[in-house]
């Protein structure tokens, strides 16, 4: 599965990548009570990364300031979220405030929220980011707003495609539990990465995996369900028809490689899957149809054919699935 760039912002300043379906909105402003001048050398006065992580996700930083571990009022700069829970429609601000008398550089899209399940700790969004460079200045700070809005999503409702750029609330596909809304910069006098980490609860309750509206028709062939998809264009010059396929390793079966790849399976959760719409309709539909291999048809005009991360191995609601992608008809054909 594809997963987020974690380049440099260095000279990166004016990039025009593409941004993820975001649900947050942002906006500055100026700090009101600013303690300008007490911290002289504001990224020495951080917790180092490590010491300062416990309930947070792991992220490549030098600091880490995870709200609930820090005093607010004694550090240079923090991320304060407005509330410790919200409720399915309700609004929650993440605040960064730079108390220091040094800039901040920071990306405004550069978001990552997760989520915390039997301890461990899921990326969830943005998809992708633009890679601007933005400036936050002494006594001023910024705050991105974020409210959950599930909506359809259990009657089919994709929320797995490709965004646009810009803001946009609210975000789909969050099922009640523990989420982590964090980002990252620099001050200018440091070359040191700050990293930072506010928990939240959202208390509503779990999402249901089904698939997607596109399934327009199923039928079995021999012990393959398969699945007809209405996403893809047949009459774009790039289109191929594909395959994505879905194999349950089901476990009084399995071969010495098979127990191997238990070990290797990379871990899902139901916000994860949701947000791939090919991975979303096959799994929902083994799950439904108790099948053990699932065909799902798609016309799909990407190189190779449903992206190059897809092939792999996954753990979903304990049970692994291996994912394997084909062109059944190459254009032309």
Request: with cysteine.
């Amino acid at each position: 599965m594809s997963r987020p760039s974690r380049r440099s912002l260095l000279g990166l300043v004016g990039s025009t990548a593409v941004a993820a379906s975001t649900a947050v909105a942002g906006c500055l402003g100026r700090v009101e009570h600013s303690t300008l001048g007490r911290f002289e050398d504001p990224t020495d006065s951080l917790p180092p990364a490590g010491e300062n992580n416990a309930g947070c996700p792991d992220s490549d930083v030098d600091r880490l300031v995870a709200y609930r571990e820090i005093d607010p009022d004694e550090a240079p700069i923090s991320l304060e979220p407005s509330a410790e829970s919200i409720a399915e429609g309700e609004r929650i601000t993440f605040t960064l405030r730079n108390e220091s008398h040094s800039e901040f550089s920071y990306n405004q899209y550069n978001w990552r929220l997760h989520k915390r399940v039997d301890g461990d700790w899921y990326f969830i969004a943005p998809r992708e980011i633009p890679l601007p460079l933005h400036t936050l200045k002494p006594r001023r700070r910024y705050e991105w707003e974020l409210t959950v809005d599930n909506d359809g999503v259990e009657d089919g409702t994709a929320i797995g495609g490709p965004g646009s750029y810009g803001d946009r609330d609210p975000i789909q596909g969050l099922g009640g539990g523990t989420y982590a809304f964090g980002t990252e910069g620099w001050f200018d006098s440091a070359d040191e990465k700050i990293g930072f980490c506010a928990r939240f609860k959202l208390e509503t309750d779990a999402l249901e995996l089904t698939p997607t509206r596109a399934v327009d028709e199923t039928e079995w062939k021999d012990d393959i369900l398969v699945a007809r998809s209405m996403r893809g264009d047949p009459e774009n010059e790039h289109s191929r028809l594909g395959a994505y396929e879905l194999e349950r390793i089901v476990a009084n079966t399995k071969s010495d490689d098979d127990r191997a790849n238990d070990e290797t399976a990379e871990p899902l959760i139901t916000e994860t899957v949701l947000r791939n719409d090919q991975l979303r309709d096959v799994v929902a539909l083994a799950r439904e149809y108790d099948a053990d291999r699932v065909r799902l048809e798609e016309y799909d005009a990407s190189y190779p054919i449903f992206g190059s991360h897809e092939d792999g191995v996954y753990e979903y609601d304990g049970e692994v699935y291996e994912i394997t992608t084909r062109e059944i008809a190459p254009k032309g054909d």
